[in-house]
């Protein structure tokens, strides 16, 4: 499979009146055609820091200060705006957490679905409008064409939602940037949604770029997986082998916060304490005061970078957990 994301040394930074908080420090990965990556950590880890990253939305607040982002084979933190607003929508698109907030609200549904269509294609009014219903009946919205003319406010969350993922989806891109598209949504229409997500990867080869803090959604959804904490990549591997054998503590400490239906009476470990100030990260590594792992080593010195322990199981770790 072909190369479609590359991620190389992402730093960024947002300047608040607390400081400058390091959002991402030095984040690189890379995802093929087809697959569905996931992006997994705590709230304020940098998980959706990184999806505006790489779509070329960050606040004026933020600042890239290095890295790129390469999407098939082109940087996009140095494209013209021109070239993003050609493949935005179309090539690479993304799904926002809160669609009640991202959608317009004093636009139909149907005008922010068709301007999508009418950006990208020669097709007429009449055209995208079908196009449009026929999307909204794949998410198994019920009457799309009434649908259509109903303003964001007049919709539930769900249905929101679905919509949004109905932009998103309705250009059939090669890459789709998920952050937390299911949260907030009923267990049936999360299920709903992440079976389209999934038809999507395996019908048009698309990536999928998961963010979540959901390793239930992991489970289920990813063929890789990447760890995230304060800012820094913990852990990346492929989805079985890393519930299976986690090998940084952070990752092992979550997956032991898990219930499990073939272990009910097991007592479960809630992981301790709480992720660093990312306006004063430490020298040392970010993770010590939270680790069961910690040796004198990690007090003096920062995180280490990724290192290969296994086949294509990397851990960033000067003390991992035994397989």
């Known amino acids: 499979m072909s190369e479609v994301l590359r991620v190389e040394n992402l730093r960024v930074e947002f300047e608040t009146q607390a400081g400058q908080v390091k959002a991402l420090n030095g984040v690189t990965f890379s995802q093929e055609e087809g697959q569905i990556y996931c992006v997994v950590g705590e709230s304020g880890a940098g998980k959706s820091t990184l999806a505006l990253a790489i779509m070329s939305l960050l606040p004026n607040s933020a600042t890239l200060v290095e890295g790129s982002v390469y999407f098939n084979g082109v940087d996009l933190t140095r494209a013209h ?3 993003m607003r050609g493949i935005r929508g ?5 799904v926002f957490q809160d669609a009640q907030t991202a959608l317009n609200p004093v636009q139909t549904v149907g005008t922010q679905l068709e301007e999508v269509i009418l950006n990208h294609t020669s097709y007429s009014t009449r055209q ?3 196009m449009a219903q026929e999307v909204l009946r794949e998410l198994g919205l019920p009457d799309p064409r009434r649908i ?4 964001p406010f007049n919709l539930s969350g769900g249905m929101c939602q679905r919509v949004m993922i109905g932009i998103a989806l309705v250009m059939q891109p090669k890459l789709l940037i998920a952050d937390e598209a299911t949260s907030g949504l009923d267990v049936t229409l999360q299920a709903e949604i992440l079976a389209r997500l999934k038809r999507l990867c395996q019908e048009l080869n698309s990536a999928i770029l998961l963010i979540t803090h959901d390793m239930g959604v992991v489970a289920h959804m990813g063929n890789r997986v990447a760890v995230m904490y304060a800012g820094s990549l913990a852990e990346t591997a492929d989805v079985i082998p890393l519930f299976r054998d986690p090998r940084h503590p952070y990752t092992w400490s979550l997956i032991q916060s898990l219930p499990r239906l073939d272990d009910a009476g097991r007592r479960l470990q809630p992981l301790r304490g709480s992720p660093p100030d990312m306006v004063n990260l430490p020298e040392e590594c970010a993770f010590l ?10 007090r003096v010195n920062p995180s280490p970078p990724l290192e290969e322990l296994e086949e294509d199981h ?3 770790c000067f003390n991992p957990v035994s397989p």
Not at 90 to 94: N, R
């Open 81 to 83: 705006p021109d070239y």
């Open 90 to 94: 179309k090539e690479i698109t993304m």
């Open 128 to 130: 995208a409008n079908r």
């Open 148 to 151: 259509l003319g109903e303003y």
């Open 289 to 298: 005061p939270r680790c069961h792992k910690a040796m004198s080593q990690c």
């Open 314 to 316: 990397w851990v960033a």
